[in-house]
Nanobody, 127 residues
Framework: QVQLVESGGGLVQAGGSLRLSCTSS????????MAWFRQAPGKEREFVAC????????NYADSVKGRFTISRDNAKKTVYLQMIDLKPEDTAVYYC????????????????????WGQGTQVTVSL
C-alpha cells in the first residue's frame, strides 16, 4: 500500500517562507501526477498546486500564484511545495495527494482525481 508522508510544516510569521516535502513509499510515483491541497478550520479542502508525472506541467490556485512553487524529484520519490510571502490566510493543514493513474495528462486540480493521500502537515502563519 502506497504511503505519502508530508513534512516541513510549522509556525511562521507573515512574509516568511516554508518548504513542504512529501515522500512516497510506492512504485507508482514516477508515473503519477501529484498535488497539494489544504484545509483550513471550518472550510472544505481546496486545491493548491499540481504537477505532472514528468514535472514539466504545473498549475496553481489563483490565491497562491507567484508565491508557491511545486516541484518534484522522481529519483527521491518526493514532491515539494516551496511557499514564500506567506499570509495568515495560508494557515491550514496541507495534504499531499497522488493520482495513481498512469501517465495522465494534464495534471488535475480536482480533488476527486486523487486517490492516495498523506496525513497532512500543519502550516500556521501569524501576523
Amino acid at each position: 500500500q502506497v504511503q505519502l508522508v508530508e513534512s516541513g510544516g510549522g509556525l511562521v510569521q507573515a512574509g516568511g517562507s516554508l518548504r513542504l516535502s512529501c515522500t512516497s513509499s510506492g512504485r507508482t510515483f514516477i508515473s503519477s501526477n501529484m498535488a497539494w491541497f489544504r484545509q483550513a478550520p471550518g472550510k472544505e479542502r481546496e486545491f493548491v498546486a499540481c504537477i505532472s508525472w514528468g514535472g514539466g506541467n504545473a498549475n496553481y490556485a489563483d490565491s497562491v500564484k507567484g508565491r508557491f512553487t511545486i516541484s518534484r524529484d522522481n529519483a527521491k520519490k518526493t514532491v515539494y511545495l516551496q511557499m514564500i510571502d506567506l499570509k495568515p490566510e495560508d494557515t491550514a493543514v496541507y495534504y499531499c495527494a497522488e493520482d495513481s493513474s498512469y501517465f495522465t495528462s494534464p495534471p488535475s486540480a480536482s480533488i476527486r482525481d486523487y486517490d492516495v493521500w498523506g496525513q497532512g502537515t500543519q502550516v500556521t502563519v501569524s501576523l
